[in-house]
């Protein structure tokens, strides 16, 4: 008979039900199952794929140890939504957001970094890679620019299309307040973006090429590791983009950016934290 872990992508529901059972197997192949969305949320709330990743490390040892007081009542996905959310409201800042500007200073930075010509230096990357790297910086900076709560509510309620009503359950506030603070996120992005932004505003003198000298000579853009970019532009986004109404370009543009496949080490850090005993202490019981 095969184990939960060799049944070809198992539901999170029995996976779940597995791994409090005490399915070792089960419980690996549910953290490989739900890393992938918890990483993507924090490379959103962090900036830096490196803080991400530390952050993701850290909400799914809190849900893996924490899973015997998961009720059926709830969503899982809405549970392990509220446990990252949280994480990553009340963590401390980490480097990239310690150094996080207000959207004036962020425009002036973008009035005075525009530059007609791509150095030399950068030759041996595809010019679209640059690009791509420089747009996805951007607006990741821009979500920097909101508050914790702000950029959350964005994330989860604009780029991964949570609803109202489960979005409340995960901040633990009404439904309204959820709206209100998705909706003074959508205003500050969306008013930034149509004032500066080439990409939502034709007439707008910045363009993601117009930046990639500036983001080299500030170290902001390594030509020789790339943190976000993967395949290049895509053009057909791109045009899709400049086609839409200007209230739906800014949203469009952070939906169209890629989904970052999970660093295959956070299954073996549930391996490694059986091995050492410390799961021993949990309650599997059926809760």
């Not at 809190?62 to 009720?71: A, E, G």
């Not at 990409?199 to 976000?228: D, G, H, M, S, Y």
């Not at 109404?245 to 800014?250: C, I, T, W």
Request: charged residues 25%; hydrophobic residues 45%.
């Amino acid at each position: 008979m095969r184990s939960s872990a060799e049944r070809p992508q198992a539901s999170e529901d029995y996976l779940v039900e597995a791994a409090r059972r005490g399915d070792r197997a089960a419980l690996e192949a549910l953290v490989a199952q739900i890393q992938g969305r918890i990483y993507n949320l924090a490379v959103r709330m962090l900036w830096h794929p490196a803080d991400a990743e530390d952050a993701t490390q850290e909400i799914l040892i809190k849900i893996v140890t924490h899973l015997s007081d998961f009720r059926r009542g709830s969503r899982f996905s809405t549970w392990t939504w509220r446990i990252a959310v949280n994480h990553v409201l009340t963590t401390r800042k980490r480097q990239v957001e310690q150094q996080a500007r207000s959207f004036a200073e962020f425009a002036q930075d973008l009035e005075q970094g525009l530059a007609e010509t791509i150095p030399d230096a950068s030759a041996a990357v595809d010019e679209r890679l640059l690009l791509e790297e420089v747009k996805i910086g951007c607006m990741q900076g821009m979500l920097l620019c909101l508050s914790r709560e702000e950029r959350a509510a964005y994330v989860l309620g604009e780029i991964f299309q949570v609803t109202d009503r489960e979005a409340a359950e995960i901040f633990g506030i009404s439904a309204a307040a959820c709206r209100k603070r998705l909706s003074r996120a959508r205003a500050a992005l969306r008013g930034f973006m149509q004032r500066k932004c080439g990409l939502v505003e034709p007439t707008n003198p910045c363009r993601c090429r117009r930046r990639v000298k500036t983001a080299i000579e500030q170290r902001r853009l390594n030509p020789a590791r790339l943190l976000f970019a993967q395949s290049g532009a895509d053009a057909a986004v791109v045009r899709g983009v400049a086609e839409m109404d200007a209230l739906d370009r800014a949203a469009a543009l952070f939906r169209s950016h890629p989904d970052y496949p999970a660093p295959a080490t956070f299954v073996h850090t549930v391996r490694a934290l059986f091995a050492s005993g410390q799961l021993s202490f949990l309650d599997w019981g059926s809760g």
